[in-house]
């Protein structure tokens, strides 16, 4: 799982958080593993507390690869444009999370992506939306192979005293306190031709996508969870093997595999992403 990474990077160890907080550990190794939200939201709070650092959830956009966002994530990889394909992760959004509402919209001053994230019983921490923010600009710049600049970049969160690490994760005009937490991006980088684009990964990323949340918000799992799974579960392995290589050379390695019948891609989120 990706916030384990980015956990790590502050010299925390997760093994011993997550035991602190009755939270399963083991349970990252689940393709179908829920964490409730009031549940991540106890683990910001204690992550801040340990490292002292309440600008920590940046740390997401170091470690984003398409497996973050699981079979959502290969779906975008496989689109034309980053514009098609953050469409595609507004319509996946639920395997993602169920606890974020996730728009993408095209504004007078470029393409919006919003964010809302809710709590249970506990309010989000500024954290968990700062995270997905990052999450997703470097997600761009992972599928792009270039660092984009977002034209501006909206936090609900008060100005923090020290802007250094947002101004190193976004690169962009900052705006705190803002209505909603959203990057907003230049059309011609939304609309730019992915590396990654391939038509016949898309429409079966497509349908892997539509089978994954039939099959888990329709159905009772297994205490394995078995009955929610998707029939492919090999994205720790794959995006090793990956790991440095170039995006167009994934996607067509990707389309060969599943021309030649394997399925190497997963719906997995590991907690050691490349």
Known sequence: MGIVKALEMDGLDCRVL????GLDYTALDDPDARFPQDSMTRLWQRAVELSGNPAIGLNMGKVVR??????????????NTLAE????????????????????????EGYALILTVHGDHLP?????????LACALGLCGWLTGRTLHPVKVLVQGAEPDDLEPYKQAFHAP?????????????????????????????????????????????????????????????????EARYRGAD?????????ASFAGGGHEFSATARRHPP
């Not at 997550?18 to 907080?21: A, D, E, S």
């Not at 992760?89 to 504004?107: H, K, N, P």
């Open 174 to 238: 900052l705006m705190f306190n803002a209505p909603y937490d959203a990057l907003i991006f230049e059309r011609a980088d939304m609309e730019a031709p992915l590396p990654t684009a391939n038509e016949a990964m898309a429409l079966l990323h497509d349908r892997f996508a539509g089978e994954y949340l039939a099959r888990f918000f329709r159905k009772p799992r297994d205490p394995q969870g078995a009955a929610g799974a998707v029939p492919v579960a090999a994205a720790g392995r794959a």
């Open 124 to 132: 989000p921490t500024r954290q968990s939306a700062e995270a997905s």
């Open 85 to 108: 394909g953050f469409q595609r992760l507004v319509r996946y959004q639920r395997i993602i999370a169920e606890s974020a509402d996730l728009s993408f919209r095209l504004l007078d």
């Open 66 to 79: 398409p497996a973050s966002f699981h079979v959502a994530g290969y779906a975008l990889m496989s689109s």
């Open 247 to 255: 995006p167009a050379f994934v996607a067509a390695h990707f389309a």
């Open 18 to 21: 997550f035991k602190q907080l």
